[in-house]
């Protein structure tokens, strides 16, 4: 028997990632689990190899982290409401080995993230999340691409 009862949402929060919300309800709602939602900002490792580098990301950390909270919060209000059983987090460094260890940490029973959050030069640069994330996590991980949703 599948018992889900702890789902996690990492969300970019891009439009891609919008459209992932319905399903991530679906989960929710029909297995009555709670749910956890995580957004990952790049740690300055990610910058050494750039002209800026780390020294320049470390003036810019915290503003980073309030402007991820508030987008979180606005995240949360807009398309979840109030409900009691959401937590959210903002975290840093790594985007597979931050959600990889946050879904270990929570014993999170399935992972419902989008395909295509970064395109192009960018995701040629910085990988696929979602492919690590499949490939590192422990639980199942359910892979949705964005630009085949129809809402």
């Known amino acids: 028997m599948i018992d889900i009862k702890k789902v996690l949402f990492p969300v970019d929060f891009t439009e891609g990632s919008k459209k992932i919300i319905p399903f991530v309800k679906f989960f929710t709602e029909k297995c009555g689990a ?71 940490k929570n014993e999170i029973d399935i992972i419902v993230m989008g395909t295509h959050g970064r395109k192009g030069l960018e995701k040629v640069m910085f990988g696929s999340v979602a492919e690590g994330v499949v490939k590192s996590a422990s639980c199942p991980v359910l892979t949705v691409n964005p630009h085949k949703v129809k809402l």
């Open 34 to 104: 709670e749910l956890y939602l995580v957004h990952v900002i790049r740690g300055p490792e990610e910058f050494s190899g750039f002209e800026m580098g780390a020294a320049w990301f470390s003036s810019f950390e915290q503003e980073l982290l309030k402007g991820a909270q508030k987008a979180m919060d606005r995240l949360l209000y807009e398309e979840f409401g109030n409900g009691a059983d959401i937590h959210s987090e903002v975290l840093m460094g790594d985007a597979v080995d931050e959600i990889v260890n946050y879904a270990n």
